[in-house]
C-alpha cells in the first residue's frame, strides 16, 4: 500500500478524502461485548465530525482551544475528536475515573493539567458533574466549561457552515499543533505532549512503509485512546491510512480478554499492537472452551509494545494460541513513545523477533555479552526491531556520549515526528531535549 501522503498539509484534509475515496468503507468498528458492533463508515464518520464541528463553535470553542474529551467507550467519541480537530482546536483524551483511578487523583490531574498544559473546556458525560463542576468554578481556573456532547441533538449543516470549516482549515499550516497527547508514564511522571499535523502524517506514513500495510488491513486493539498506543496505533494511524479500525471496551477486555481473539476471528483483522503483560493475562486467563469457534489466521503482525519484549511471554502466547491458525511470523515486536508520535523501531513484517542469549553478570555491569549457556547465568533478550524510515537513534552514557555496541546505556532518539515540546513545560522540555535528540530514559542496547 503506497500511501501517498506529502500532498496533505492537515490531518482532516486527509480525512476528507478518505470519505470521498472510499465512502463506504467502514472507518470504525464500535465493538461490544454480547452485541451486534456499530459500522461507522469514513463518509458517515466525517458528516457527524462536520456536525459536532458546528456545535462545538455554538458552544463557545475556538481555534487553538484545548478539549479536554473524557468519555467512556462510546460511538459518538470518534466524530467528536474529528469535529474538535475540524474546528482547529486541539483534543486530548483523559481517563475516565475507575476503580483504578481515584476521584481525588482525576481532580489533581485535571487541575494539574489547567494550571499548566492548558485546557480550556472540558467534554464530559453528565454524571461527572459534581466531580468537574467545582474544579471550574474554582477561583483562578482556566477551564472555561463543561459541555456534554453525548446529550446534544446533531443539526444539519448549511453551506455557511461548509464555508466556515473550509475557510478555518484553509488556514492550517503543516506545523500547527494538531493535539495534545501524554507521555504514558511508563518510565517518568505523564508529561503533555503537543503533536503537529506534519510529525502525524509523516509517522503515519514511514509506520506503514514498515509494516508493509495493505488496504485489506483492519487494526484491532481494546487500548485506552489516552494512551499513545491506542490513539495514535489504532486510531489515528488507520484513519489516516484509510483502513478499518475495530475499537474494543478496555474495561470489557480486562473482564474479558477473549474479546480481542473474537474481533480478530469475526472482523478478520490483522493487525494489533499489545503491552506485554497481555500476551501473559491470555495465554493464562482464556480457557479452551471460551476458543470455540474462534480463528487467528488473519492476524499478520501482534505487535509487543509499551513494555520490555519478553522471550517467555511470545512463547506462552504462541505455545496457546498455535492450534488456532496462529503462525510464529505473527508474533513482531515495537519500541515506540508518545514524544516520537509513536513507533521508533518496528520488526519487519513476516519475520521472526531476533533473540539472543546474553550473560547475566555482564548485563548487570552495563554491557552485553552473547553466550550459549543455559546454566541460569544468562537471560535471553528479544529484538525490538529496526528503526522504521524517520528515524536515529544512539546509546548513550550518563554524560550524554555516544557508547560504542558492547554497552548497554540511555537510548536517545531523533524523528522527523518529533513532538513540538512538552506544552508549558519549557524546563521539562530541555531537560529532555538537546540538539535535535530527545533523551528517553529508557535503557537498551544495539546488536546487529
Known sequence: MN??????????????????????KDAIVHWRADEEPIRISYSDLLKKANQYSIMLK?????????????????????????GIAGLCAIPAVLAYPNPRLHSDKFRQGIEGMSQRSGLDWILSEEELEPIIRPLIERPGSTIKGIHFPLTWRTPGIDEADKEYLNSLRRGITSTDPFLLQHSSGTTGLQKPVLLSHKAVIDHV??????????GEDKIVSWLPLYHDMGLIGAFHFPLIAGITAIQIDPFEWVLSPVLLLEAISKEHATIS??????????????????????SLESARLLINCSEPVRYESNNLFYDKFKKYGLIPEALSSSYAMAETTFAVTQMPSGKLINTIRIDREEFSKGKYKVTYSDDGTSKICSSSGHLINGCDMKVIDENRNELPKGFVGELAIKSISMFDGYRNYPEKTAEAVENGWYYSGDYGFEHD
Open 58 to 82: 455554538e458552544h463557545g470553542v475556538k481555534k487553538g482551544d484545548v478539549c479536554a474529551i473524557i468519555i467512556r467507550h462510546n460511538p459518538e467519541f470518534y466524530p467528536l475528536y474529528l
Open 205 to 214: 506514513k514511514n509506520l506503514a512503509d514498515s509494516l508493509e500495510l495493505k
Open 273 to 294: 499492537w499489545l503491552p506485554n503483560f497481555a500476551y501473559n493475562v491470555m495465554a493464562t486467563k482464556i480457557y479452551d472452551d471460551d476458543l470455540k469457534n474462534i
Open 3 to 24: 500511501l501517498e501522503l506529502n500532498k496533505y498539509r492537515s490531518v482532516p484534509d486527509r480525512w476528507i478524502d478518505n470519505a470521498l475515496l472510499t465512502p463506504d
